[in-house]
Nanobody, 124 residues
Framework: QVQLVESGGGLVQAGGSLSISCAASGSIFSSDAMGWFRQAPGKEREFVANINWSGGITNNANSVKGRFTISRENAKNTVYLQMNNLKPEDTAVYYC?????????????????WGQGTQVTVSS
């Protein structure tokens, strides 16, 4: 079992920055991947970025490339999402999640473990 707890969401103006984190506990393996997803009101949950637990390989959605950076600190079992140059369309609940299927997996339903989510609101 894996437990994931997000923190760090909030309200920020467009063009600003925000960092959110996800603390993981339980059985995590080097082949696992941690991902960030987001869900805006009335929209489907979508992939944002992910990182493999051991090697630091990362993937980002096209919509956030050059603006968002995912990183992990294994000593703290924590994954971070640094969000820069935020836009109103980035407003959503952000979830961290874990998949046993590796870092090239982006499909929502392939992530078995989820956090409770943290709200990020970007004002124009």
């Amino acid at each position: 079992q894996v437990q994931l707890v997000e923190s760090g969401g909030g309200l920020v103006q467009a063009g600003g920055s925000l960092s959110i984190s996800c603390a993981a506990s339980g059985s995590i393996f080097s082949s696992d991947a941690m991902g960030w997803f987001r869900q805006a009101p009335g929209k489907e949950r979508e992939f944002v970025a992910n990182i493999n637990w051991s090697g630091g390989i990362t993937n980002n959605a096209n919509s956030v490339k050059g603006r968002f950076t995912i990183s992990r600190e294994n000593a703290k079992n924590t994954v971070y999402l640094q969000m820069n140059n935020l836009k109103p369309e980035d407003t959503a609940v952000y979830y961290c999640a874990l998949t046993r299927l590796g870092v090239f997996e982006r499909r929502v339903d392939k992530y078995a473990y989820w956090g409770q989510g943290t709200q990020v609101t970007v004002s124009s």
